[in-house]
């Protein structure tokens, strides 16, 4: 069958975001207010800001603005999975802080277990499961590279688990499919915009005020505080945190440190008794395999497949537009590889396709800082793996505003920055040979060339 009939009947659309239980936006701030804090922007580094600080002192006075509407852009368009790691990986943390990355690991956990506790805490239904995930080996050389990254990790006291291809077939059973690294905690699959709904529920309970349709537009000191300009008001406050990832920041000088990269999903109808059995899959762990441009995957409530990923594009001068949120070429290129991984799945039609920007940097997780005398915070830089490491980003953009030196502001992950982007054209070109590069490579038993050799040497160690 052409995979292009396999998307004849879908929505382009997100699938979390067009669930029934969406709730409706609050009213835009019409008119001046002022509090002690204000969060800018609705997703989950801004929702986690707010509930926490209500959640350290409930006397605070916080306020929360977002553009749109809660949740409706990464936060409700990622795979809904809520990793430990706050680093993109064991592997690029440990590159990047050796001396870190068993405290950076530990503190990791503590924030998924600290997520889990507030789902159950405020009772938020956002289908959270704790099942793991496994990186698979399609490649043979991917398999010793597996083995020998479980050894490493187990050595870092990770609880991981090696899986020949027997084994790993034996949980979910694909052809491409030779070895796998199986992470049973680490991992939780989530309905993330369930979930930026229940944040927003909480916040609202705890006393937050929200404001939504509600863009910040200008930045500006005013007395001992800030002042934040809207369309039909200014928010005026003793502190501003700001999570607005790769929406153009309020503070100008940090906008050379990211890159809007493009990502696309797709969600397939959801599979029958018969289907599900021709896959196994009964540990429902979310998965992802060893390339560069690699593809994530997991199984949803409703046992549907979610397939993302390979395709992550970039467009010349870094603009976010909503008319790059689909991109057919991809969709089909994504249906064929579904179909490669699945064969067994032949006639499965996808109910739902979507795309959205990231917010990636040079070091591919977040980075942090203050501006404006302190009165600013930001955490940003997320890179595709913000739904776990948001809450984390949020503990340190509250620890920096008030000042506290905490283990979390003493780390050297905190304190730095990554490397900024080159100016246009140079950017554009630099991201298009590294995708280029990382195609060859994927295709040459994983051999990198002179170009990621070089960026590999500046820390610019760049996959999908």
């Given amino acids: 069958m052409d995979p292009a009939h396999?998307?004849?009947?879908?929505?382009?659309?997100?699938?979390w975001l067009a669930d029934p239980a969406r709730p409706e936006a609050l009213p835009a701030l019409v008119g001046d207010v002022s509090c002690d804090l204000l969060v800018v922007g609705g997703?989950?580094?801004?929702?986690?800001?707010?509930?926490?600080?209500?959640?350290?002192?409930?006397?605070?006075?916080?306020?929360?603005?977002?553009?749109?509407?809660?949740?409706?852009?990464?936060?409700?368009?990622?795979?809904?999975?809520?990793?430990?790691?706050?680093?993109?990986?064991?592997?690029?943390?440990?590159?990047?802080?050796?001396?870190?990355?068993?405290?950076?690991e530990r503190l990791g956990r503590e924030n998924l277990q600290a997520i889990e506790d507030t789902v159950k805490r405020y009772g938020i239904d956002c289908d959270w499961e704790r099942s793991g995930e496994l990186d698979v080996a399609t490649e043979p050389y991917q398999v010793e590279e597996l083995r020998e990254g479980a050894e490493l990790m187990?050595?870092?006291?990770?609880?991981?688990?090696?899986?020949?291809?027997?084994?790993?077939?034996?949980?979910?059973?694909?052809?491409?499919?030779?070895?796998?690294l199986w992470d049973k905690d680490g991992v939780a699959m989530v309905h993330p915009a369930k979930l930026a709904w229940g944040l927003k529920r909480a916040c609202l309970e705890q006393g937050v005020r929200i404001f939504e349709h509600?863009?910040?537009?200008?930045?500006?000191?005013?007395?001992?505080?800030?002042?934040?300009?809207?369309?039909?008001?200014?928010?005026?406050?003793?502190?501003?945190?700001?999570?607005?990832?790769?929406?153009?920041?309020?503070v100008k000088r940090v906008r050379p440190y990211l890159a809007p990269v493009y990502d696309?999903?797709?969600?397939?109808?959801?599979?029958?008794?018969q289907q599900l059995e021709s896959i196994g899959w009964k540990n429902r762990q979310g998965l992802g395999d060893c390339a560069n441009q690699f593809h994530y995957f997991r199984i949803s409530a409703d046992n549907r497949i979610l397939w993302g990923g390979y395709d992550a594009i970039y467009h010349y001068g870094g603009q976010v537009r909503d008319e790059y949120d689909h991109r057919p070429e991809t969709y089909q290129k994504l249906a064929g590889h579904f179909f490669t991984a699945f064969p067994q799945l032949e006639g499965v039609k996808f109910s739902h396709a979507w795309g959205g920007a990231i917010d990636t940097c040079s070091r591919f997780s977040a980075f942090f800082?203050?501006?404006h005398k302190g009165r600013v915070s930001y955490a940003l830089g997320y890179t595709g793996?913000?739904?776990?490491?948001?809450?984390?980003?949020?503990?340190?953009?509250?620890?920096?505003?008030?000042?506290?030196?905490?283990?979390?502001?003493?780390?050297?992950?905190?304190?730095?920055?990554?490397?900024?982007?080159?100016?246009?054209?140079?950017?554009?070109?630099?991201?298009?040979i590294t995708k280029w590069s990382l195609d060859r490579a994927d295709h040459n038993e994983g051999k990198r060339n002179l170009w990621l050799k070089a960026m590999d040497a500046l820390g610019l160690g760049f996959d999908s």
């Fill in 385 to 432: 793996l913000g739904v776990g490491a948001t809450r984390f980003g949020a503990e340190v953009m509250l620890d920096l505003l008030t000042g506290r030196q905490t283990e979390r502001t003493e780390l050297e992950m905190v304190k730095s920055k990554p490397m900024p982007f080159p100016p246009e054209p140079v950017k554009w070109a630099g991201i298009g």
């Fill in 369 to 371: 800082g203050t501006a």
């Fill in 6 to 15: 396999s998307l004849a009947d879908v929505q382009y659309t997100s699938f």
């Fill in 154 to 180: 187990a050595a870092h006291g990770l609880e991981v688990d090696f899986l020949d291809a027997d084994a790993i077939r034996a949980e979910v059973d694909s052809p491409t499919f030779l070895a796998g």
């Fill in 214 to 250: 509600t863009p910040a537009t200008q930045l500006a000191e005013s007395g001992p505080g800030m002042a934040v300009r809207t369309p039909y008001g200014r928010v005026f406050a003793r502190h501003v945190a700001l999570g607005t990832n790769i929406f153009p920041n309020l």
């Fill in 264 to 273: 696309f999903a797709l969600m397939t109808e959801p599979l029958t008794e």
């Fill in 43 to 104: 997703g989950y580094s801004g929702l986690w800001t707010a509930l926490i600080a209500k959640e350290r002192d409930p006397s605070l006075d916080v306020v929360l603005v977002e553009g749109k509407e809660v949740g409706w852009a990464a936060s409700g368009r990622n795979g809904g999975f809520c990793a430990a790691s706050l680093t993109h990986g064991f592997f690029n943390g440990l590159e990047r802080w050796p001396d870190e990355i068993d405290t950076l």
